[in-house]
């Protein structure tokens, strides 16, 4: 990125992350490590399919800020999981902005992993892990072994809770990031949510703001209150054909 790039990138960094109230991120170190992120995702998009967002003034705000968002759910130094990170979201935007937590990214596609690992070496950050695997195999050895999972843009909340909950420890939190059908999500998927050890704590609703415009964001928060039942998560035929 030439001087005049990093330029336009800061100007739309600062106006993004200013609107949607998450100016205490931006800081010169972040505004370098998120235009090195953006760029290296832009060029190794051209190689192979990571997002379909792939202009800076969709990046900022749609990948960039609408991941730092989240970071408020987060308590302090926790052990987080990103379950069906893709290429890197929210995994590398919450790493970068706080190095207090340890990030894992869950994937089934090896290749987006290995973007974030290459992601996270150019950055020189050391907050990230991968796991490559599909949520309800690597699930065995790593039940309840996590303070917050979060997810976006993986699956209906009713199928997405039992891929999560499994692997978050009592006390902790599972966190849904969704968009205007989450309520609609939220009501079909109560019963299972409680089935697998959860309780819904609280929703938060608000509008992300894009370069000219806005969209809707339903984030729920769910707390793990008791173990979930060892059979669950079930095969994904079966918690795709008959969701909880
Ligand atoms: N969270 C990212 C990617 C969303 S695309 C973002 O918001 O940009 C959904 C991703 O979930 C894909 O990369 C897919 O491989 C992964 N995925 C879906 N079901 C999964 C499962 N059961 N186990 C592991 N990964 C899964």
């Keep these: 990125m030439n001087?005049?790039?990093?330029?336009?990138?800061?100007?739309?960094?600062?106006?993004?992350?200013?609107?949607?109230?998450?100016s205490e991120y931006d800081t010169p170190e972040n505004r370098q490590k998120f235009a090195t992120l953006a760029e290296y995702l832009i060029e190794e998009n051209q190689k192979y399919n990571l997002t379909a967002l792939c202009s800076m003034d969709k990046?900022?705000?749609?990948?960039?800020?609408?991941?730092?968002v989240a970071a408020k759910y987060i308590p302090a130094g926790a052990k987080v999981l990103d379950l069906g990170c893709g290429g890197g979201f929210p995994t590398l935007?919450?790493?970068?902005?706080?190095?207090?937590?340890?990030?894992?990214?869950?994937?089934?596609?090896?290749?987006?992993l290995g973007f974030i690992n290459s992601a996270a070496q150019k950055l020189g950050i050391f907050n990230v892990t991968t796991l490559t695997g599909r949520a309800e195999e690597l699930v065995c050895d790593r039940r309840e072994s996590f303070d917050?999972?979060?997810?976006?843009?993986?699956?209906?909340?009713?199928?997405?809770?039992?891929?999560?909950?499994?692997?978050?420890?009592?006390?902790?939190?599972f966190i849904a990031l969704k968009g205007s059908a989450g309520e609609d999500e939220l009501a079909e998927a109560q019963k299972g949510i409680v089935m697998l050890g959860g309780s819904v704590k609280s929703t938060d609703k608000y509008d992300i703001f894009t370069c000219g415009?806005?969209?809707?964001?339903?984030?729920?928060?769910?707390?793990?209150?008791?173990p979930t039942p060892i059979a669950y998560p079930r095969q994904f035929g079966a918690i795709k054909k008959k969701p909880l």
């Design 3 to 22: 001087d005049a790039q990093f330029k336009e990138f800061c100007r739309i960094f600062e106006d993004i992350f200013t609107k949607n109230g998450i």
């Design 59 to 68: 990046i900022i705000p749609l990948h960039f800020a609408d991941c730092v």
């Design 93 to 112: 935007p919450l790493a970068i902005v706080r190095p207090d937590i340890a990030v894992c990214g869950l994937d089934s596609t090896a290749k987006k």
């Design 148 to 173: 917050i999972v979060i997810s976006r843009a993986v699956a209906r909340l009713n199928v997405l809770a039992e891929l999560c909950l499994p692997f978050v420890q009592v006390g902790g939190k």
């Design 213 to 226: 415009g806005a969209e809707k964001r339903l984030n729920i928060i769910i707390d793990k209150q008791s």
